[in-house]
């Protein structure tokens, strides 16, 4: 781009501000001209009057001498005549703008107006004024031989200095039709002269630009402007050429081009479909010695690599192990199976969470283990395995030529890197989730066995001491007794496997609580004989298996208890849905006194802790009303909230 001379604004400016001086000019020569011919127009006027009042003037004055006149009254009328003539006389001379009325500035004209001035001075008002002061008979003397004469010569005098006003007139009259004419030539010549100018500077510049534009977008880049000037339309003109230049190169280079981002797409295509290939693989079941597995063989196939592994960090030590390897030697395995952070190449990049790409030919800036030498590979890339912003290892893919990855294609290892981390993470908290499970369930099963079966043990423990007593006594009677007891209290300690087995037993496959319910009771009623009966109210969404399970374990706990302390003929089951599930399960058995009081029927028997702690996982609030006589009452109040699928 050019530095501009003169911007096209400020020539046209330039333009239009000359050619206004110039229209101004010969407007303001023709309101002169037409302000001087009205100004001589009022002269010639006032010439004329000072004519026709020298001839009054004369009339008066012959009246004046005449006998049968008031000279009084005429010698006033005759000084009031003079007065507006000397005033006619001195306007004429000295001129008046605001009329306007002025003498022209000619030297003629000038010097006839101080001849006629001089003239009524020195000749004509010291005649007028002799008359009036003299007698009759001599004032007829005066008019008759001087005034007369001096007043033919006087008014001549007038009539010339109004012919050379109206002389100057005629030729001012021509001069304004002069300018008129020239104004209208100046309006004809200015218009052609600024209608040319404008197709200069504008217009053929304009059609120019224009016609370049078409023939560029017809694909002709070897169109270029002419640069005729140093203003905005040529440095538009310069900008057209630097434009089409570089449109000709992009032009001739397109092809190159798009085969270049036609390459590049398509390896962005393959490794989003890596990467979709192994999200998806990560996404599946599987143990993560697979899951290692399957990305570390897809990634050696995609990056060509001869060799690989996965490592992983031990928990709460700075080891890596090598829990996967392919392509790589026996002995390499032996010798590199575990690294401590920070030593060798994939140790380093473990410790600082960076990946690393290194050409083994190179030598170190610092000492290295580098065993992967003697495995015959030149090149080793190290990614690291992170979940959180956390390394959980690394995988390192080795080459036996020189193959030192690019930037792209380590962020693409590290997105990997990432997707494994946290596929690797998902699967260590499934595996603590199924061990938490497990060791919650053994809880409950100890705590259950703790409250039934235990118990019935040491009774029959004590049962078997009493009949090895009798025995030696020879009591049979006594005996007897106690083998029934014994009898019984197996009996109920079978009862309590069976019940047991019935609730670790249990499965809701489809979350419908309702039918795990009634499939409760019905087991109930054939084991015990006791009857039962179950209500539903309201409906909604269905709650989420693991919340099923639970609040039909604390039922089922409820039901033991009936049928170990309550000695109750009837057990009713309702379950309402609304803001709430509400789950009431009532007996008519002999009840207990809720309190403190240790024993079977307090809060602090095994069984009711349990049933406790299971609507405390859930976030179920456990409520128990009962009294000796009345029967036992379990209201179970769970939120809405935890929903489950259909």
């Known amino acids: ?188 010549i200015g218009t052609i002269i600024l209608i040319s100018l404008f197709f200069v500077m504008v217009i053929r510049p304009v059609a120019k630009l224009q016609e370049g534009i078409q023939r560029m977008a017809a694909a002709d880049f070897s169109v270029r402007l002419p640069v005729l000037s140093k203003d905005e339309f040529g440095a538009l003109a310069e900008a057209f050429n630097q434009m089409a230049d570089r449109l000709k190169n992009l032009y001739g280079t397109l092809e190159d081009r798009v085969r270049e981002k036609t390459s590049k797409l398509k390896d962005k295509n393959q490794e989003l479909a890596m990467l979709y290939e192994i999200a998806a693989f990560l996404n599946k079941p599987a143990s993560v010695e697979d899951l290692c597995r399957g990305v570390l063989k897809k990634l050696m196939g995609v990056l060509v690599a001869q060799g690989g592994l996965v490592r992983l960090t031990a928990p709460d030590s700075d080891a890596l192990y090598i829990i996967i390897h392919e392509g790589m030697s026996e002995k390499f395995v032996h010798e590199d199976e575990c690294l401590t952070l920070g030593q060798c190449l994939c140790g380093e990049s473990a410790r600082d969470g960076t990946p690393v790409s290194w050409d083994l030919n190179l030598e170190p800036p610092r000492p290295l283990l580098l065993r992967c030498r003697s495995d015959g590979f030149q090149s080793v890339s190290a990614i690291p395995i992170r979940s959180k912003k956390r390394v959980l290892g690394i995988f390192s893919l080795f080459y036996q030529e020189q193959r030192v990855l690019d930037s792209q294609e380590i962020q693409l290892l590290e997105s990997i890197g990432q997707h494994l981390g946290i596929a690797i993470e998902n699967q260590r908290l499934v595996l603590r989730e199924r061990e938490m499970a497990v060791s919650e369930e053994r809880n409950l099963l100890a705590q259950e066995l703790h409250d039934s079966i235990a118990q019935s043990l040491a009774f029959l423990n004590i049962q078997v001491q009493l009949l090895a007593d009798s025995l030696r006594r020879g009591n049979a009677t006594e005996a007897m007794d106690g083998l029934e007891q014994i009898r019984e209290g197996v009996q109920e300690s079978y009862d309590d496997v069976r019940e047991l087995l019935v609730h670790f037993r249990t499965r809701v496959g489809n979350a419908d609580l309702a039918s795990a319910i009634a499939s409760a009771l019905e087991k109930f009623e054939g084991q015990t004989g006791i009857k039962t009966t179950f209500k539903k109210s309201g409906g909604g969404p269905p709650l989420a298996p693991e919340y099923v399970i639970q609040l039909l374990h604390i039922i089922q706990e409820a039901l033991s208890n009936v049928r170990k302390h309550a000695q109750a003929t009837r057990v009713d089951v309702a379950m309402a849905q609304s803001e709430e599930w509400r789950i009431v399960v009532a007996d008519n058995g002999k009840g207990f006194a809720a309190g403190p009081k240790p024993g079977i029927d307090s809060d602090n028997h095994v069984g009711i802790k349990i049933m406790r702690e299971r609507a405390h996982r859930i976030g179920a609030q456990l409520e128990i009303h009962s009294a000796p006589g009345e029967g036992t009452r379990i209201t179970l109040l769970l939120a809405k909230q935890p929903k489950g699928t259909a």
Request: charged share 20%; proline share 3%.
């Open 1 to 188: 781009m050019v530095a501009l001379d003169q911007k096209l604004g400020t020539k046209i400016v330039n333009i239009l501000i000359f050619f206004f001086i110039v229209a101004l000019a010969a407007i303001s020569m023709t309101l002169y001209v037409s302000w001087q011919l009205e100004g001589a127009g009022a002269a010639i006027n006032d010439a004329g009057s000072e004519r026709m009042r020298s001839y009054r003037i004369a009339y008066l004055v012959s009246q004046f001498t005449h006998e049968r006149t008031d000279r009084t009254a005429l010698k006033v009328e005759i000084l009031q005549e003079v007065g507006h003539f000397e005033f006619t006389l001195r306007t004429l001379e000295e001129g008046n703008p605001a009329r306007p009325l002025f003498l022209p500035k000619e030297r003629d004209v000038q010097g006839q107006m101080k001849l006629l001035r001089q003239q009524w001075l020195e000749r004509i008002k010291p005649l007028i004024l002799k008359i009036l002061n003299s007698d009759r008979a001599a004032g007829e003397s005066i008019l008759a031989t001087s005034y007369q004469p001096a007043l033919l010569n006087f008014v001549g005098m007038v009539n010339d200095l109004v012919l050379m006003v109206e002389r100057s007139n005629s030729r001012n009259t021509s001069l304004l039709r002069s300018f008129q004419i020239g104004l209208v030539v100046l309006a004809l």
